[in-house]
């Protein structure tokens, strides 16, 4: 798959911003021109709201975070870069002449992305030099966490460019879309449009108030919408007859006069009053940065909870996510340990998030079941036991663990696992880890755990492979040296 080796962002604001962040977090390094005096100040609060949001998002091995460049010119921002990322203000004159510079400075092969909400890529493509290689490329916000960016050509782009801006944001965690025509607004912006003229309807006209209208979208269809989408939810309405039916008892409403959809609401100044005092009554004891963390905290939620599925792979949002994080554990340095070292396995770093603790601050239950399993994890890595691994069909599985807590974990806190083999066979694995303060290097909680290597198409456990059982073995040996860990063996309620 192909990737991208360099990104310069023009334009840092709320977009351009959270451009530079999913690029840096992503591994690539960012030369970023904006003129605003205090780009730099802004882009560091909006990177520090990513990492925090990667730290809930994902456990796979992020690769180390991208170089951010403040620069002073356009042409020394796209030196080097194979994708560039415009996002400056929506005016057309602004646009066509800032992409009109990036294509005279920059390499005739880089790709050029607008993130344009609206304007057609025609218009702006219009005095370059390399047209071809021009393209919207519209992404949503937060495009650190949202993972569509909408791939629309312009007259003159080749459609081979928008493939390869496909792959490429697919190696950042991203979803492109190919549009197939030019439109304005294109896809995603027409829906919303037409949701949003609808409701300053409702506002203007007293129907509800703003919370009353938001409520109405995130406790309903909002959800249904995250994961599904609209046609296919429709289809399910449909019942065993399916979109036909759904469409033959619901498609005579479109001609009710229901909407307002074709009328333009006047925003007066009255109007723009009541919508702002119901959007500050709503949210307004909350500073722009909190409702970012609670925005970010809640997508984090949605995507964790879509990639449980049936297959293991999740859906929507939640199945990208398991596919770039199999692309980050693919892509990620590879494990080396000496295996006749005579000392626990370092195993695992991580960090107390925010999605991780409960009303007292403290990790939750399941958090800890969670990080010994990525501990797990780790270990199987070591000895060879991979995602190709399994796939072919073959794996360890789970069959005993005792847990035991010894301290509090809490928001913020740093954490590193270890882990001693205590014994193996052919097909056993038994072993110890301990989850402890990175700061005190205290254990706040331990695992005794018991593995089967099974044959997961047979459904049975069978001897794992000789390359496998070399390490299994190496290892075991050196930590047969070591002193059997404090709790080993225990069972629940044990006196001490």
């Known amino acids: 798959m192909t990737k991208i080796n360099k990104a310069a962002c023009i334009g840092g604001g709320v977009i351009g911003g959270a451009w530079a962040a999913r690029f840096a977090l992503a591994g690539i390094d960012v030369s970023i021109y904006d003129p605003h005096p205090e780009a730099e100040r802004i882009i560091g609060e909006v990177m520090a709201n990513a990492e925090r949001a990667y730290g809930m998002l994902t456990m796979a091995p992020l690769p180390p975070k991208g170089k951010l460049t403040f620069v002073k010119s356009i042409e020394e921002a796209v030196r080097g870069a194979d994708w560039i990322q415009e996002s400056v203000p929506e005016r057309v004159d602004l646009k066509r002449g800032v992409i009109t510079q990036i294509d005279a400075a920059a ?84 829906l919303l449009e037409a949701v ?97 963390r609670i925005r970010d905290q809640n997508l984090v939620g949605i995507m964790h909870a879509l990639k449980a599925g049936d297959d293991g792979r999740g859906w929507g949002a939640g199945k990208l996510l398991t596919e770039f994080e199999d692309y980050l554990w693919a892509n990620a340095k590879k494990p080396e340990v000496d295996l006749g070292e005579v000392k626990p396995l370092k195993i695992l770093d991580t960090k107390v998030s925010a999605a991780w603790v409960d009303y007292n601050g403290h990790m939750t239950e399941h958090r800890y079941l969670q990080v010994f399993g990525d501990t797990s994890d780790g270990v199987l890595r070591l000895i060879g036991v991979d995602l190709e691994y399994v796939r072919d069909g073959h794996s360890y599985y789970t069959v005993e663990t005792h847990i035991r807590h010894l301290g509090e974990a809490k928001l913020g806190d740093a954490l590193y696992t270890t882990c001693q083999i205590l014994s193996s066979d052919e097909k056993r694995l038994q072993f110890f880890s301990t989850i402890c303060n990175a700061q005190t290097n205290e254990p706040v909680a331990t695992a005794e755990q018991l593995m089967l290597h099974v044959d997961s198409k047979a459904g049975k456990a069978v001897a794992a492979p000789a390359h496998v059982l070399d390490k299994v073995k190496a290892l075991t040996e050196a930590h047969a040296r070591l002193p059997m860990p404090e709790g080993a063996g225990r069972h629940v309620g044990q006196k001490r």
Not at 147 to 170: F, H, I, S
Not at 213 to 234: C, H, K, N, P
Not at 237 to 244: D, K, L, S
Request: charged content about 25%; glycine content about 8%.
């Open 196 to 292: 949003w003229r609808e409701g300053l309807w409702l506002i203007k006209d007293d129907i509800c108030d703003t919370e009353t209208l938001d409520d109405v979208i995130r406790y309903s269809f909002g959800m249904r919408w995250a994961q599904m989408g609209m046609f296919e939810t429709y289809r399910i309405a449909g019942g065993e007859a399916g979109m036909r039916h759904f469409i033959a008892q619901f498609g005579p409403c479109l001609s009710w006069p229901w909407t307002k959809l074709t009328d333009v609401v006047d925003l007066t100044d009255e109007l723009v009053d009541k919508i702002a005092n119901q959007s500050d009554a709503q949210s307004g004891a909350r500073g722009i940065r909190e409702l970012e």
């Open 107 to 190: 390499s005739p092969t880089a790709l050029i992305g607008s993130s344009t909400s609206g304007i057609m890529p025609t218009d702006l493509q219009r005095d370059m030099k390399h047209p071809e290689r021009m393209f919207v490329a519209h992404p949503y916000n937060p495009v650190y966490l949202l993972p569509l960016a909408e791939l629309v050509g312009g007259e003159k782009t080749a459609r081979a460019t928008l493939e390869d801006a496909k792959a490429k944001l697919a190696t950042i965690g991203m979803k492109g879309v190919i549009i197939n025509k030019e439109i304005e607004a294109f896809v995603g912006d027409r």
